[in-house]
């Protein structure tokens, strides 16, 4: 047999009528019903949940032909420098 601990909850009071209807209906004690809720509350949350994988959507971003996928840092690093040459070329006017 398993050992017993006595111990007091508070319960709102939604909660103890649900309880309540819940032992009325399957005819057992309201402690019965008290633990037979948190043993299924307690092992569904310590259950391993399914995390659904992210799903990636692919876009096209419609580029023209000749521009290198693989080098778009290389040419906003090109955008930027021109950008800043044309901007000091401005203020030393």
Known sequence: MRPIMRTTLT???DVA???R???TTLGVS???VVNRALRAGLSRDMAPHDIPVPKTIPHS?????GVDLDK????ADELEAEA???SLARTKR
Do not use: M, S
């Open 30 to 32: 309201f402690k019965e």
């Open 21 to 23: 209807q819940q032992a």
């Open 84 to 86: 800043t040459a044309e």
């Open 11 to 13: 319960l709102d009071d």
């Open 72 to 75: 778009l840092n290389q040419l």
């Open 17 to 19: 009528a649900l309880l």
């Open 61 to 65: 971003f419609g580029f023209r032909p």
